[in-house]
């Protein structure tokens, strides 16, 4: 048997594996890259409703302004707005919750549906949202307030933090990981700080 040609052989050999582990982990890169920026357009078209909302807040509203929130919850919010700028100056109840079940049609088990409800009208958020947390603070404090929060806490309420997070339907590579875009915003609707 001619040396030359088994090393040939095997130095071939090894250059195939090397080039197809290559291509299997650029081709993975690419679609993790691609997951997540999927994920961070949906994170963007959702949280632009979500400022929409959540700065007016109380906006328009004619009762104590105290009362511009009728829940605070860690997963769902229930305010007065008026979020049209209707002139006539008719407010709306608007609420955000996220639901504790899995979605149905996604193979992520951290899937949720985030629903948006404005005076009845409902719209179910399947944008991949995983987490939709929200934390209530009085005044100055850098502590939130403990749930559940009482109706006569909810009066003190200036600040309101929102950290939402998305992932793809679809998961990559061998453990079925799920790149996730978070956001985070700190809100201080200028309707629930006029004293």
Same mark, same amino acid.
Request: charged fraction near 20%; glycine fraction near 6%; avoid cysteine.
């Given at each position: 048997?001619?040396?030359?040609?088994?090393?040939?052989?095997?130095?071939?050999?090894?250059?195939?594996?090397?080039?197809?582990?290559?291509?299997?982990?650029?081709?993975?890169?690419?679609?993790?890259?691609?997951?997540?920026?999927?994920?961070?357009?949906?994170?963007?078209?959702?949280s632009d409703?979500?400022?929409?909302?959540?700065?007016?807040?109380?906006?328009?509203?004619? *009762?104590?302004? $105290?009362?511009? &929130?009728?829940?605070?919850? =860690?997963k769902?919010?229930?305010? !007065? /707005? +008026?979020?049209?700028?209707?002139?006539? *100056?008719?407010? $709306?109840?608007? &609420?955000?919750?996220?639901? =504790?079940?899995?979605?149905?049609? !996604? /193979? +992520?088990?951290?899937?949720?549906?985030?629903?948006?409800?404005?005076?009845?009208?409902?719209?179910?958020?399947?944008?991949?949202?995983?987490?939709?947390?929200?934390?209530?603070?009085?005044?100055?404090?850098?502590?939130?307030?403990?749930?559940?929060?009482?109706?006569?806490?909810?009066?003190?309420?200036?600040?309101?933090?929102?950290?939402?997070?998305?992932?793809?339907?679809?998961?990559?590579?061998?453990?079925?990981?799920?790149?996730?875009?978070?956001?985070?915003?700190?809100?201080?609707?200028?309707?629930?700080?006029?004293?």
């Open positions: 048997m001619n040396l030359g040609l088994v090393t040939s052989f095997i130095i071939a050999g090894l250059l195939m594996i090397t080039i197809v582990t290559l291509n299997t982990r650029t081709g993975q890169h690419s679609a993790d890259i691609t997951l997540h920026t999927m994920s961070q357009g949906h994170v963007s078209v959702i409703i979500i400022q929409h909302d959540f700065n007016k807040i109380g906006y328009n509203y004619t *009762g104590p302004i $105290q009362d511009a &929130i009728e829940v605070a919850d =860690e769902e919010i229930r305010f !007065s /707005s +008026n979020l049209t700028d209707d002139p006539s *100056g008719t407010t $709306q109840t608007v &609420i955000w919750r996220l639901s =504790e079940d899995q979605m149905q049609n !996604s /193979s +992520n088990p951290r899937h949720r549906t985030l629903t948006r409800i404005v005076d009845g009208e409902e719209n179910e958020i399947t944008l991949g949202v995983s987490k939709f947390e929200l934390f209530y603070y009085t005044g100055d404090s850098e502590v939130p307030l403990t749930f559940p929060i009482s109706p006569d806490r909810r009066e003190d309420i200036s600040r309101i933090k929102v950290i939402l997070e998305v992932q793809p339907k679809e998961g990559t590579g061998r453990n079925n990981n799920y790149t996730t875009s978070t956001w985070r915003k700190v809100f201080t609707p200028p309707n629930l700080n006029l004293n």
